[in-house]
């Protein structure tokens, strides 16, 4: 990184620090033990062992849950990890069950182990690794049906998550016109290039209506600062809570638009809610620094737009990644290539949100064409939020979170964000990619599911493409 | 001292006895079903079982499914035609299991009677003791089982006509007399599970003993680099091969390598540069350690990548010259076989080898001590709860049921080589669960035939 002045090199890294959980999760097992029977166990066992007690208090645990000072008259439930050893050993005395207040972490798209694997970010900050291979569904619909590809022979790889050698996660947002125009004197005249570089593809997007609170506007915002991205606030939250900054982004609706007038600084970005061309030219007379990025619903036709002028929008979709039916994976693909064959894409930055809730569809959104991602729901889980009921729409979900405690929540979100980046490194790497700017649209990077099938099993009796 | 000692061993024995106990007694269904046991790949239901032909040397007779999981889609979406019962070869009908691991002209022939061998599981993600078990299992039914990235223990040395050595990015382990030894040579490039990530040892594995053998510092991590750092090109890999086949002039080559979305490619270049064995790794293959990302997200599964590596080869007029050995999600006979049907030679068992030998698929490897079951361990205490001979015994007598179901497949398939079913995927057919109530006939009843 060059600063103003004088040449300084900084390698981009976010600092992550230990976040314990502020609300305690149920334990992820329920440990069942027969007390008579475990008794009966014992007695038998100093008969057996003729009474040699080390080998008679033995247990089958080595995490500790049966542990003193009464061992499996009182197991820990909240050391198990669900490895069975003590069931198979002791089937008439002790089962372990899946804790069913678990499963009602999340929702119907952000399930349970999504949860669990959030927390587990926002808590430490490191990239989720476990022993034995995928546990899970053979692809599936959305994101699960895409898998990302690997390059046997080439560099960077493993040695960008490790720092040896530099892969840069930095995305640019703004108006890059395709060629620049000259004057006589030899300045640049009609569009100029205006982009902010955020050091990650993700930035973070406004809370839903239910929850907006000035300390999770805080976070948010400082978290964003200290991440090097930008937050979404709505604008008359940014007025009222006076949350000024170069990594906030006010976002106006008509019914906040009067609140615009107080706002008595220049934003780097500007976010207006739908497409209103006057309001536009509005606001780029008041604010002609800034640039201004449309929310406009993934399905929009966005080529119409970009003739209209959008060079940066934000495609909406609910929080299930979902627009009238369809999935953002496709919606985005959709978009990207439209601009694409219209020979404008380069020109224009595009920003998309909902059913974004995992590290890997980070990348994954990006191969279908996205600039950049905006977080939602994820950062509220990494915040230890609750849904009542479904958070599927942002007008209507209901969310609420515990008593926030600022520097835990900054942390948390950093954590999030560094893990998530680790593991774009991760996929970079393993396609040996120094940039994700170089990930955008690689559609050739990647493989569908159904498109694998269709070839793998065409001749496969039965076999239906559109099954 | 003594006594302490005695009383060590006497808990090892304790709990050894009532871990073989459990391993006997759970797939009774005296219990029913561990509740919090198995996932979408591998249901509580398929572990049971392999448990149980590890005791038995045959398919369960009490319902259990032993032939697909849950996971909706690949093997468990795929089902065999068998021909009418009439047309089928009968009992008496003698049917062949073996396969050739070298189509090369005028290099060694080697045969294996079972279209299996183990694949690469380094000493420091599985203790001594399983490396052993799989030594001598691959002995006694004279096929191969693989070092892994970690070096040869000394204990396997009366077992290397057996034994594959893998040569991977960090070379641990690889010195000139286990080259020297080996019948084959394995280059692993990539692992499915992390496809482009290299290997990692975390450092509380890394024991002396460990250490010693990978010529490095004891409780230190350990990273094989991805990829190998001097291989760039088809023309840089055959240096490497070139330069194995001077020191062991004899061995056979194979080649790992991941399902990246030019897989094709990769085999006909590996073909090129010289490879007896291509060996491909689906994404959903099994390890001591993986950042999830990568195991979910990176590269195909095997089921995608076979045909499409298989007609390659077919069209490059080169199929019959190279065998093509598949991993990473082969659970059962039935994936076996299926994986043959899809384009493979044969297959490497990893994750299924362990399950027979007592493990539950809890993904706590890499915690703390390390498996509480004694498999992917270091620990000295832990470790002792595998026998080498008990492990070899269960890992032959799931040999004998699986090629026992691979020869009634065959059979039922009019069949009377397994070489005769590479590639003919006519011989499958697609049903995902939950098409027809034909399909809850077949896989959902679990019952054994
Ligand atoms: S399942 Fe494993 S971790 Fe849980 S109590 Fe039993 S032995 Fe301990
Ligand atoms: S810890 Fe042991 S039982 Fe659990 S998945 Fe790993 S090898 Fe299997």
């Known amino acids: 990184m060059v600063t103003a002045g004088r040449l300084s090199y900084r390698r981009y890294r976010i600092e992550i620090r230990p976040a314990p959980d502020l609300v305690r999760l149920p334990p992820r097992f329920r440990v069942e033990v027969k007390k008579h029977r475990l008794i009966g166990l014992v007695l038998e066992e100093l008969v057996r062992y003729r009474g040699d007690l080390p080998v008679v208090l033995s247990r089958p645990c080595v995490y500790g849950v049966f542990s003193r000072p009464i061992g499996g008259l009182a197991p820990k439930e909240e050391l198990c990890v669900g490895c069975l050893r003590c069931t198979v050993q002791y089937p008439d005395v002790v089962q372990i069950y899946p804790n069913p207040e678990r499963e009602r972490l999340g929702d119907s798209y952000l399930k349970p182990a999504h949860v669990d694997t959030l927390l587990y970010e926002a808590r430490t900050g490191h990239v989720p690794v476990r022993g034995a291979g995928y546990r899970g569904p053979f692809g599936g619909a959305g994101w699960d049906g895409m898998w990302t590809d690997m390059s046997e022979i080439v560099r960077p790889t493993r040695d960008g998550i490790h720092g040896r050698e530099f892969i840069s996660t930095a995305v640019d947002i703004g108006e890059k016109p395709a060629l620049l125009a000259f004057d006589e004197r030899g300045e640049p005249v009609g569009t100029v290039p205006k982009v902010i570089t955020i050091q990650v593809p993700f930035l973070f997007d406004r809370p839903p209506r239910s929850a907006r609170p000035r300390l999770l506007l805080e976070i948010l915002v400082r978290a964003a600062q200290e991440i090097e991205t930008l937050a979404m606030v709505p604008v008359d939250l940014v007025v009222r809570f006076d949350l000024a900054g170069p990594h906030v982004v006010p976002v106006v609706e008509e019914e906040t638009w009067r609140w615009l007038v107080q706002l008595a600084w220049s934003p780097r970005m500007i976010a207006i809610e739908g497409w209103d061309r006057e309001r536009l030219a509005e606001l780029e007379r008041r604010f002609p620094e800034s640039i201004l990025c449309a929310r406009v619903p993934m399905d929009s036709d966005v080529l119409d737009l970009v003739r209209q002028g959008a060079r940066v929008l934000h495609l909406t979709a609910d929080y299930h990644g979902r627009r009238n039916g369809r999935f953002v994976m496709d919606l985005i693909r959709q978009a990207h290539q439209r601009l694409v064959d219209a020979g404008v894409r380069e020109e224009v930055t595009l920003i998309g949100s909902g059913g974004i809730v995992m590290a890997e569809h980070v990348p994954k959104a990006i191969i279908c064409g996205l600039d950049a991602v905006a977080l939602d729901t994820a950062l509220w889980v990494a915040l230890q939020a609750r849904f009542a009921g479904e958070c599927r729409n942002p007008e209507t979900a209901l969310v609420s979170f515990p008593r926030l405690e600022p520097a835990w929540g900054i942390q948390r979100l950093k954590n999030l964000a560094a893990s998530w980046r680790d593991q774009l490194l991760e996929v970079l790497g393993a396609m040996g990619l120094r940039e994700v700017r170089r990930l955008r649209g690689e559609l050739g990077r990647c493989m569908f599911q159904a498109e694998l099938e269709r070839e793998a099993f065409a001749e496969v009796d039965g076999y239906r493409a559109d099954a | ?449």
């Open chain 2, 1 to 449: 001292m003594l006594t302490r000692r005695a009383s060590e061993q006497s808990i090892i024995r304790k709990h050894e006895e009532a871990l073989h106990q459990g391993y006997r007694r759970w797939p009774t269904l005296d219990f029913g079903l561990p509740p919090a046991m198995g996932d979408e790949r591998w249901p509580a239901e398929l572990i049971l079982a392999t448990w149980l032909q590890a005791e038995t040397g045959r398919p369960p007779a009490n319902g259990l499914e032993y032939r697909v999981g849950r996971s909706g889609g690949g093997f468990d979406a795929l089902d065999f035609r068998f021909l009418p019962p009439e047309q089928q070869l009968p009992e008496s009908e003698p049917v062949d299991t073996s396969i050739p691991l070298n189509r090369r002209p005028g290099d060694r022939a080697v045969e294996i009677p079972i279209p299996w061998y183990g694949g690469g599981m380094s000493f420091g993600s599985v203790s001594e003791q399983i490396m052993l078990a799989r030594a001598k299992a691959a002995k006694e039914w004279r096929t191969f089982t693989s070092t892994g990235e970690g070096g040869y223990p000394e204990s396997l040395v009366p077992y290397r006509d057996h034994v594959i050595t893998q040569i991977a990015t960090g070379m641990f382990g690889v010195r000139e007399e286990t080259i020297q030894w080996a019948p084959i040579i394995e280059f692993k490039y990539a692992q499915g599970a992390k496809p482009g990530l290299g290997g990692h040892l975390l450092g509380d594995k890394a024991t002396v003993a460990v250490a010693r053998m990978r010529e490095s510092v004891p409780w230190v991590s350990l990273f094989s680099p991805f990829p190998f750092h001097s291989v760039y090109s088809v023309e840089d890999h055959k240096k490497h091969i070139d330069w194995v086949r001077t020191i062991n002039p004899e061995a056979l080559i194979s080649v790992k390598v991941s399902t990246p979305t030019d897989i094709d490619m990769v085999a006909v270049g590996s073909y090129y540069a010289g490879a007896h064995i291509i060996h491909i790794d689906g994404g959903y293959g099994g390890t001591g350690a993986a950042p999830e990302i990568a195991k979910k997200n990176i590269a195909m599964p095997i089921e995608l990548a076979l045909p499409r590596v298989h007609r390659f080869l077919l069209q490059e007029g080169i199929r019959d010259e190279v065998v093509i050995m598949a991993s990473g999600g082969i659970r059962t006979a039935y994936d076996i076989a299926k994986a043959i049907a899809l384009g493979a030679d044969g297959c490497v068992l990893g994750t299924t080898e362990l399950v027979a030998l007592g493990c539950t698929r809890c993904g706590n490897c890499e915690r703390g001590r390390g498996c509480p079951f004694g498999l992917t361990t270091t620990d000295p205490e832990l470790s002792q709860l595998v026998d080498p001979d008990w492990g070899a015994e269960r890992l032959s007598r799931l040999y004998a049921s699986f090629q026992a179901q691979l020869r009634d497949i065959l059979r039922r398939l009019g069949l009377r080589s397994v070489r005769e079913l590479r590639g003919r995927i006519d011989l499958l057919v697609y049903r995902k669960p939950g098409d027809s109530d034909e399909w809850a006939n077949v896989v959902g009843s679990g019952q054994a035939r």
